[in-house]
């Protein structure tokens, strides 16, 4: 399994951290709550997960942007596409598809924060119901507003790490 030293370090604003990879960094949004450690996330808590969290796979909007250059998995997003948020459903931190009558996000967004979402292996093996869903890496605001939990930075510094990520990479969140 390969490994790539790529991380992402708070500075001092609460919702705010530097994303490194090799051969690059970024300015990076993280939590509205800041970064807790992953045994103390809770789901809808705000928080981003310490850690170190494989890279998954990838989903992009095939019809606002091209495919995205990248060793890792990539699938185009398709409009029914979501993400059970739902603790006491099985499919909890799974993707689904839509109409699910259950708790979910939705991943076909109106707005460009989810044009590119990068799968983080954060709760899935195995899924433990509460302890958080849906840990993405995926396209910062323009303002850079923190996240629900996730990391986010902009489309060409998402797109420039891609391009240097290998399958069996993982992304740190050191505090």
Request: charged share 20%; glycine share 10%.
């Amino acid at each position: 399994m390969a490994y790539s030293p790529t991380s992402v370090s708070p500075f001092n604003a609460v919702g705010s951290g530097i994303l490194r990879w090799p051969g690059g960094q970024a300015r990076c949004a993280l939590g509205r709550s800041g970064v807790t450690p992953a045994g103390a996330k809770r789901e809808g808590d705000g928080a981003t997960p310490l850690g170190a969290w494989p890279i998954r796979q990838v989903f992009w909007r095939a019809d606002r942007l091209e495919r995205p250059e990248t060793a890792l998995p990539v699938d185009a997003l398709i409009p029914e596409a979501g993400w059970c948020d739902d603790p006491a459903n099985p499919l909890y931190n799974c993707p689904v598809l839509l109409p699910f009558a259950h708790s979910h996000e939705k991943l076909w967004r109106d707005d460009h924060v989810y044009d590119l979402i990068v799968v983080l292996g954060y709760n899935d093996a195995p899924v433990e119901p509460g302890k958080g869903s849906a840990i993405f890496l995926h396209v910062a605001r323009e303002d850079f507003s923190p996240t629900e939990g996730c990391v986010a930075c902009a489309l060409p510094d998402l797109l420039a790490l891609l391009k240097a990520a290998k399958v069996g990479d993982v992304l740190e969140i050191t505090a």
